[in-house]
């Protein structure tokens, strides 16, 4: 039996984060830009896959944390969809995501 896969949908800000992020490594090298995009990609396969695998981290976001990259995707559950509201590198201010899941629904 195979398992139901849950829907990735990502905010406007989430796709303004990875378009911020890649642009960045493709201006240094193309091939660790792909790595980046295949990082990222492949986060967002096993969470559909299995979202509750991840904990919650604040409310009810949960993180997922890339292998080769610092960046972590942090979604919500709503319903079969798990909704993307920041890629995120480490480094960065958490408050600015958790300013986002205080926001309206993405």
């Keep these: 039996m195979k398992k139901k896969q849950f829907k990735i ?3 406007d800000e989430a796709e303004n984060d990875f378009d911020k992020s890649y642009q960045f490594y493709a201006n240094e090298n ?6 980046f995009y295949k990082q990222i990609n492949n986060g967002f396969e096993k969470i559909s896959q299995n ?3 991840n904990s919650k981290v604040y409310k009810e976001i949960r993180k997922h944390v890339t292998k080769k990259f610092s960046f972590v995707i942090y979604y919500q559950l709503k319903d079969l969809i798990v909704q993307v509201i920041a890629i995120f590198h480490t480094s960065r201010n958490p408050s600015i995501w958790q300013e986002r ?3 309206k629904e993405v």
């Design 9 to 11: 949908e990502l905010s």
């Design 30 to 35: 193309e091939k660790i830009a792909d790595s």
């Design 51 to 53: 979202p509750l695998a």
């Design 101 to 103: 899941s205080n926001k």
